[in-house]
């Protein structure tokens, strides 16, 4: 195994790692309702 193979390999455990983080800091603010609320959004006026 090569150093570069290894290095790639870290850095796409990384990237799966900060994905999965972000999955869950996105469904723990779901659930618990404290995102940020819209009051009035019209993408096409």
């Known amino acids: ?3 570069t193979d290894r290095a790639v390999g870290w850095w ?3 990237g799966a790692l900060l994905v999965f983080v972000i999955l869950i800091i ?3 603010t779901r ?3 404290s995102g940020l ?3 009035e959004w019209n993408p096409v006026t």
């Open 1 to 3: 195994m090569k150093h």
């Open 12 to 14: 796409y455990m990384s």
């Open 26 to 28: 996105g469904g723990i």
């Open 31 to 33: 659930l618990t309702q």
């Open 37 to 39: 609320s819209i009051t």
